[in-house]
């Protein structure tokens, strides 16, 4: 008596396109930022001469981006489409990035932490669906891909804190660097093409 042959194949190897990894850096991109937020508040604090109730509005004003963005992100990206998103997501972090650098007054780097938070998050929003959207039998790949390359990025940007001070350039030239990257990868995002969640399923049901 023999065994039964199995009927199951791999799926096939995962494609990593041009969209796949604009997806990957952008949410790198939104983790860069999520992460250097919290290395900076000590150079913050002893800048502005801060009080520790102070110091925990920055994080306060990430943690309540976040929450807008959850209540109203979504909605946004339906009606502005998913490219478009991400790059107002990009734009965003970029803005409150400079709004921090810049700051007179702690009420402006706060206001640049609560904006990283609430636009930023549409990536959030977007990269996993579309990863999962995009690479179907291979999601689980892509999605564990780009969570691995985020980790690089947040610890990319501990690192570059220090280094930065270190060096003598400050804590400010570690958040441009930040700023220069997010410029870059809207430059890049220009020549990627993003499918809409109904243009996507449209083609997965064609299949």
Request: net charge positive.
């Amino acid at each position: 008596m023999t065994a039964p042959s199995s009927t199951l194949s791999a799926p096939a190897p995962i494609r990593r396109d041009r969209l796949t990894w604009a997806a990957y850096l952008a949410l790198a991109q939104f983790t860069f930022f999520l992460n250097i937020q919290g290395n900076i508040i000590p150079f913050l604090k002893d800048e502005f001469d801060l009080s520790y109730r102070v110091v925990t509005l920055h994080p306060a004003a990430v943690a309540a981006g976040l929450i807008v963005s959850g209540l109203f992100g979504e909605r946004l990206t339906r009606r502005y489409g998913r490219k478009l998103s991400v790059s107002i997501g990009l734009v965003g972090m970029l803005v409150g990035a400079l709004a921090i650098i810049a700051a007179p007054h702690p009420a402006v780097s706060i206001f640049g932490c609560f904006l990283m938070g609430a636009i930023g998050c549409l990536i959030l929003i977007i990269v996993p669906t579309l990863l999962a959207e995009w690479h179907g039998a291979n999601r689980s790949v892509a999605i564990g891909e780009a969570n691995g390359i985020s980790y690089v990025a947040s610890l990319t940007a501990a690192m570059a804190v220090g280094l930065f001070v270190a060096i003598g350039f400050g804590w400010r030239a570690a958040l441009f660097l930040g700023v220069v990257l997010a410029g870059l990868l809207l430059l890049f995002l220009r020549g990627v093409p993003m499918p809409s969640a109904a243009s996507q399923a449209t083609t997965e049901a064609g299949k």
